[in-house]
């Protein structure tokens, strides 16, 4: 599927909160009360504290991203040098039509379009299997290293790299 890839507007933050929220909700990564929810709900905090990208089809957003630099207060692992994206969800009604890979090859291109950035990093928890695939198939690589595990709870998460 075709798209075009965009930096999020206030307009399209109601689009970008039902998506990531049915995208998680649907994949059973979460339920609707579990604190994280609410973080992944709160686009405006996103967009105010880190790049909320969108990505369109035939004129309707159908997926989001969140892009974040080290120091950033969205950034989990990006190290100096990377972009990390975070929060990549796809509208379920479009899930298995290549919108996902479409928008990681987007964050590939406008990454190599940054000055100084060497490299993307991404955090995905180890349950997140159909992801991973997804990520390995573009060339991100385990960075078994840099795994860590969210504070108080026994969720591991695992880090992903890709050089460029």
Same mark, same amino acid.
């Given at each position: 599927?075709?798209?075009?890839?965009?930096?999020?507007?206030?307009?399209?933050?109601?689009?970008?909160?039902?998506?990531?929220?049915?995208?998680?909700?649907?994949?059973?990564?979460?339920?609707?009360?579990?604190?994280?929810?609410?973080?992944?709900?709160?686009?405006?905090?996103?967009?105010?504290?880190?790049?909320?990208?969108?990505?369109?089809?035939?004129?309707?957003?159908?997926?989001?991203?969140?892009?974040?630099?080290?120091? @950033? %207060?969205?950034?989990?692992?990006?190290?100096?040098?990377?972009?990390?994206?975070?929060?990549?969800?796809?509208? %379920?009604?479009? @899930?298995?039509?290549?919108?996902?890979?479409?928008?990681?090859?987007?964050?590939?291109?406008?990454?190599?379009?940054?000055?100084?950035? @060497?490299?993307?990093?991404?955090?995905?928890?180890?349950?997140?299997?159909?992801?991973?695939?997804?990520?390995?198939?573009?060339?991100?690589?385990?960075?078994?290293?840099?795994?860590?595990?969210?504070?108080?709870?026994?969720?591991?998460?695992?880090?992903?790299?890709?050089?460029?």
């Amino acid at each position: 599927m075709s798209v075009a890839f965009r930096r999020a507007t206030p307009s399209d933050f109601p689009d970008v909160r039902r998506i990531t929220r049915d995208a998680y909700l649907r994949a059973g990564h979460f339920t609707a009360d579990h604190p994280y929810m609410s973080v992944l709900e709160d686009v405006d905090h996103r967009a105010e504290h880190a790049e909320v990208w969108v990505a369109e089809a035939s004129g309707k957003v159908v997926a989001a991203v969140t892009l974040t630099f080290a120091g @950033q %207060p969205y950034s989990e692992i990006a190290t100096d040098a990377e972009l990390e994206f975070r929060m990549l969800a796809v509208d %379920p009604t479009c @899930q298995g039509g290549g919108v996902g890979r479409a928008v990681v090859r987007k964050v590939v291109d406008h990454a190599r379009s940054l000055p100084g950035i @060497q490299a993307i990093s991404i955090t995905s928890a180890t349950f997140m299997e159909r992801a991973h695939g997804l990520y390995e198939s573009l060339g991100f690589r385990r960075a078994p290293e840099r795994d860590w595990y969210v504070p108080g709870e026994d969720v591991l998460l695992w880090v992903f790299r890709l050089g460029l």
